[in-house]
C-alpha cells in the first residue's frame, strides 16, 4: 500500500512574517491518519483550527491566505509546496502570529525542517484526486490573458510561463516544466526564492506590506538588474519560484494531484480559482488509492525517505 505521511517528531521554526515583519514561531506536529493538514493559531484567547481546503482561502492579492472565521493565518503557500514536496498528508502546525515565517524566501528551509524531524509512514492509504479530464480557467484577453489548467496525467508534473517585461527577468528561462516523478523537488524548485521590485516594495511597505522582506529573503530588482549581490540561485530562479507557488496553493486541496498542471501568468488567485472550478465539476475527477505501491507514479512511492 502506498500509505499517507506524517512527521516522525516535532520540529519548530523561528522566523518573521514577510508582509507583517512579526515574529512568528512555527511547531510543526505529527497528526493521525486521514486528518490532514491544520493550522493552529495558538496565539488566540482560544486556540483556532484552520484546516487547508480551497474554500478556506479568503485572500489572495499578495500570497495564500487561509481563514476560519476572523482567524487567519497568511502565506501557506511556501510550506505548503514543501509538503507537497515531501508528500506530507497530515500535520498540525502550531503558529504564533498570522503569517507564516518567510525564511530564507524559498521553501528549502522548511523541506530541511520536515527532513529532520523525520517522515513516518502511516498505517492508511495515500489519498490522491486523479484528473479525469481538463478542467481551465482563463482571464483577459491578447497581452493581457492568463489561464491555467489541469488535465489527465498519471503523475504530477507542472509547466509554467511567465512574461515580465524587465530586463533582468527576460534574459532568464521564462518557462519551466517540472516532473515530480523526476523525484528532484528538493533540489531543483525548493530553493527558488520570492522576487520583488524595488518601487513595488516601496509602495508596499508604504501600505504597511512586505516589513519584513528583505535581500535575505527576497530577489530585490531595480528597473534593470538583481540587487542581490549573491545573484541567481537557478538561471530561471523566476520561474521556477512560480512552480513553488503552484505546488503550494495547489496542495491547498488538502490531497496530493494526479495531473498535468500547465499555466500562462497564472498566480495565487487564478490557482485557488482553478481548485474551486474543478470541485465544481465532480465528473471531472476521481479519488485513488495506490494498494500495491508498486503500481503507484513515478515519484510518489519513493517522494522522500521515510525513516
Ligand atoms: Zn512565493
Avoid at 499578495?62 to 487567519?72: D, N, R
Avoid at 518601487?199 to 522582506?213: I, S, T, W
Avoid at 474543478?278 to 471531472?284: K, R
Wanted: glycine share 8%; proline share 5%; hydrophobic share 40%.
Amino acid at each position: 500500500m502506498l500509505a499517507q505521511r506524517t512527521l516522525k517528531s516535532l520540529t519548530r521554526a523561528v522566523g518573521v512574517g514577510l508582509h507583517s515583519g512579526q515574529r512568528v514561531e512555527l511547531t510543526l506536529r505529527p497528526a493521525p491518519p486521514d486528518s490532514g493538514i491544520v493550522f493552529r493559531r495558538v496565539d488566540l484567547p482560544q486556540p483556532v483550527d484552520i484546516a487547508i481546503s480551497p474554500e478556506a482561502v479568503t485572500d489572495t492579492r499578495l500570497a495564500s491566505t487561509i481563514s476560519s472565521g476572523s482567524a487567519k493565518v497568511l502565506t501557506v503557500e511556501h510550506l505548503m509546496s514543501a509538503c507537497a514536496g515531501l508528500g506530507i498528508d497530515n500535520l498540525v502546525i502550531d503558529i504564533t502570529a498570522e503569517e507564516v515565517p518567510i525564511l530564507d524566501g524559498s521553501a528549502s528551509s522548511f523541506v530541511f525542517l520536515l527532513q529532520s524531524a523525520g517522515i513516518a509512514l502511516q498505517p492508511a492509504p495515500k489519498r490522491f484526486v486523479r484528473i479525469l479530464k481538463p478542467v481551465e480557467v482563463r482571464e483577459g484577453e491578447g497581452p493581457n490573458v492568463k489561464w491555467a489548467r489541469l488535465s489527465p496525467y498519471e503523475g504530477y508534473k507542472l509547466s509554467f510561463e511567465i512574461d515580465f517585461d524587465h530586463p533582468a527577468v527576460d534574459s532568464t528561462g521564462q518557462r519551466v516544466e517540472f516532473d515530480m516523478g523526476s523525484g528532484a523537488y528538493s533540489r531543483d524548485i525548493a530553493r527558488a526564492r520570492t522576487f520583488g521590485f524595488t518601487k513595488d516594495v516601496e509602495m508596499m511597505r508604504a501600505n504597511g506590506l512586505a516589513l519584513g522582506g528583505g535581500l535575505d529573503n527576497a530577489i530585490v530588482m531595480d528597473d534593470y538588474k538583481v540587487l542581490n549581490s549573491e545573484g541567481l540561485r537557478y538561471n530561471d530562479e523566476f520561474v521556477k519560484h512560480k512552480i513553488l507557488d503552484a505546488m503550494g496553493d495547489l496542495y491547498l486541496l488538502g490531497k496530493p494531484l494526479l495531473a498535468a498542471y500547465s499555466a500562462f501568468r497564472s498566480g495565487h488567485a487564478m490557482n485557488n480559482k482553478l481548485l474551486r472550478e474543478l470541485l465544481a465539476q465532480p465528473e471531472a475527477y476521481e479519488i485513488v488509492t495506490f494498494d500495491d505501491e508498486k503500481s503507484a507514479p513515478k515519484g510518489f512511492a519513493t517522494l522522500a525517505r521515510a525513516w
